[in-house]
């Protein structure tokens, strides 16, 4: 649903840390699943995808994890830098069918030097 | 190189004034879609088209107008009906659903036209 009214909920993390950015998702029959970066003033920018038969996926520094039980999505971010303060965005789809991307609400990210 | 073009990067609209943001990709993708951000929130659907000449209604479709004349363009105006109009808006586009031998089925989204009311 929409979230009107709603602030980005916020993470800090200190500059070399890991960091870990939960998200919810609402649809049991979702299949596929984003995470999206977006820097201050710019377009969201992909970073990792997982399908649901899949419950991880490494990328460089960023590791995935998919629990489908409690419809669950984590993005985990390893050895955090400056350049990593953004908006991330977790985002939720059925490849079957042309589906829309659903998107959740963002967790606003700052790296403390 | 391949991507999606939105332009201008900062408009200003009167009082009482139709604007129209251009969105265009050159990705041959079938899909296109139009989001508003407000400060410190998410992606709000406003629009979006599957197939030339075809779109649908999002969640904030009110005081909006789009249209879908040619696959690569998917442009929005922001008519005097939307009554809060300042915001970040974004357009991304996707190959439709389906598409087996494609792995990423996500967004390509451009890099967004902040409009604000003066």
């Known amino acids: 649903g929409e979230s009107v009214g709603l602030h980005l909920p916020t993470l800090s993390v200190q500059e070399g840390d890991n960091s870990i950015i939960n998200c919810a998702y609402s649809n049991s029959a979702s299949d596929y699943f984003i995470w999206y970066k977006q820097e201050s003033g710019k377009g969201p920018q992909f970073i990792i995808d997982?399908?649901?038969?899949?419950d991880k996926r490494q990328g460089q520094r960023v590791t995935v994890l998919l629990n489908k039980t409690v419809k669950h999505l984590s993005l985990q971010i390893a050895a955090t830098q400056p350049g990593d303060s953004a908006v991330y965005f977790c985002?939720?789809?059925?490849?079957?069918?042309?589906?829309?991307?659903?998107f959740g609400q963002g967790t606003r990210l700052t790296i403390n030097p | 190189d391949g991507g999606i073009t939105q332009s201008p990067k900062y408009l200003f609209r009167k009082e009482g004034q139709n604007v129209t943001l251009s969105c265009e990709q050159n990705l041959n993708h079938d899909a296109m879609y139009w989001y508003r951000q407000d400060p410190g929130q998410g992606l709000r659907l406003i629009y979006y088209?599957?197939?030339?000449?075809?779109?649908q209604k999002g969640d904030i479709a009110e005081g909006y107008s789009v249209s879908r004349e040619k696959k690569e363009s998917f442009p929005l105006t922001v008519t005097s009906a939307q009554k809060n109009p300042t915001a970040f808006y974004l357009c991304?586009?996707?190959?439709?659903?389906?598409?087996?031998?494609?792995?990423?089925?996500?967004?390509?989204f451009g890099s967004g036209t902040r409009l604000t009311v003066v």
């Open positions: 997982i399908r649901s038969n899949m």
């Open positions: 985002a939720e789809t059925k490849i079957q069918g042309a589906q829309k991307l659903v």
């Open positions: 088209s599957q197939i030339v000449n075809d779109f």
């Open positions: 991304a586009s996707s190959a439709a659903g389906g598409r087996w031998l494609r792995f990423y089925y996500g967004y390509t």
